[in-house]
């Protein structure tokens, strides 16, 4: 399967493309993780991202296009792909299909997970307590969700006129989720 994982942050695309591309066998592609892995390694795009990320805005659709073309262009991704935190713009929406259009793996399904509002702050000032990431305090954590609404939630409406989206609850226990995704997916 060639599924675009869509949500706020804190709505559980993480968590879930963990489960899923286990149970789908296909490789879980995050440009989140991918971004802090470059900070960790301290690269040169690790260095240009660092600042956006730490205060909650989006690295240029540029650095971020880059990453994606290289990792889509990987052989694993043959046999489909779980992407989580991307596309996060409509431009981004669109440079995808143009890579994805040239690969000949066009998108099949995007699964959108909605959350309230208090239960992504209550997640993420969790995890920042818990693991300490640097964009879970308070207030990058409003500017993130500020973020999705403005740039991010008119991905969702891209995919709808595409007839690709499916709106799946992300409230209630990890595994509840996940089987309402894999029904979305049947
Ligand atoms: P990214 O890593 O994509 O962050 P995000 O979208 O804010 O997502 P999160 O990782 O916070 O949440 P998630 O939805 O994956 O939830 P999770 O499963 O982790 O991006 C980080 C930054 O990188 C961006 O702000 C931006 O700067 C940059 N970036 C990334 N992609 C980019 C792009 N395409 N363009 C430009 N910039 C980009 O769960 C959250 C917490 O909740 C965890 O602790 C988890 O254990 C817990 N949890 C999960 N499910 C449940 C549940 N059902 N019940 C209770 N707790 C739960």
Request: hydrophobic share 40%; aromatic share 2%; proline share 3%.
């Amino acid at each position: 399967m060639r599924i675009v994982l869509l949500g706020p942050p804190g709505s559980g695309k993480g968590t879930q493309a963990a489960l899923l591309k286990e149970r789908l066998d296909v490789p879980h592609i995050s440009t989140g993780e991918l971004l802090r892995a470059a900070v960790r390694d301290q690269t040169s795009l690790g260095m240009k991202a660092k600042a956006a990320m730490d205060a909650g805005e989006l690295v240029s659709d540029e650095l971020v296009l880059g990453l994606i073309e290289e990792r889509m262009g990987a052989a694993d991704v043959q046999s489909g792909y779980l992407l989580d935190g991307y596309p996060r713009n409509l431009s981004q929406a669109r440079a995808l299909d143009d890579v994805l259009g040239r690969l000949d793996l066009p998108v099949e399904k995007a699964l959108a997970l909605t959350v309230d509002e208090e239960q992504i702050v209550t997640r993420l000032a969790r995890r920042a307590e818990e693991e300490g990431r640097s964009d879970d305090t308070e207030e990058v954590v409003r500017n993130r969700l500020a973020v999705y609404r403005e740039q991010t939630a008119p991905v969702a409406g891209y995919y709808a006129d595409k007839r690709l989206l499916v709106e799946v609850d992300g409230m209630g226990s990890i595994e509840e989720i996940n089987q309402r995704l894999m029904a979305a997916l049947s």
